[in-house]
Nanobody, 123 residues
Framework: QVQLVESGGGLVQAGGSLRLSCAASGRTFGSEAMAWFRQAPGKEREFVASISWSGAYKYYADPVKGRFTISRDNAKNTVYLQMNSLKPEDTAVYYC????????????????WGQGTQVTVSS
């Protein structure tokens, strides 16, 4: 079991940057694949990025490729999402998620979720 707490959200102007953090507790963090999802008002939760337990494999949704970077520090039990060149359409609640085994872009495959952090991008 992994407990997850996100931080780093906020209000930023279009073109700006934010770095989200997800602090994990639990002995299995180093063996868990991690991901970020987001959910905008009135929309379904969507995949943003994922990273394998070692950090060697990273995957991104098309809308964020080239702008967002996912990383992890297993020594600190933390996963990050660096978001650059933010756009108003990036506005959403961002969730951190964990699963054993390999990465996935399907929310239902993730067993543990954080409470979410709000990101608002103004035009």
């Amino acid at each position: 079991q992994v407990q997850l707490v996100e931080s780093g959200g906020g209000l930023v102007q279009a073109g700006g940057s934010l770095r989200l953090s997800c602090a994990a507790s639990g002995r299995t963090f180093g063996s868990e694949a991690m991901a970020w999802f987001r959910q905008a008002p009135g929309k379904e939760r969507e995949f943003v990025a994922s990273i394998s337990w070692s950090g060697a494999y990273k995957y991104y949704a098309d809308p964020v490729k080239g702008r967002f970077t996912i990383s992890r520090d297993n020594a600190k039990n933390t996963v990050y999402l660096q978001m650059n060149s933010l756009k108003p359409e990036d506005t959403a609640v961002y969730y951190c998620a964990a699963k054993p085994g390999g990465t996935s872009n399907i929310a239902a495959t993730y067993e543990n979720w954080g409470q979410g952090t709000q990101v608002t991008v103004s035009s």
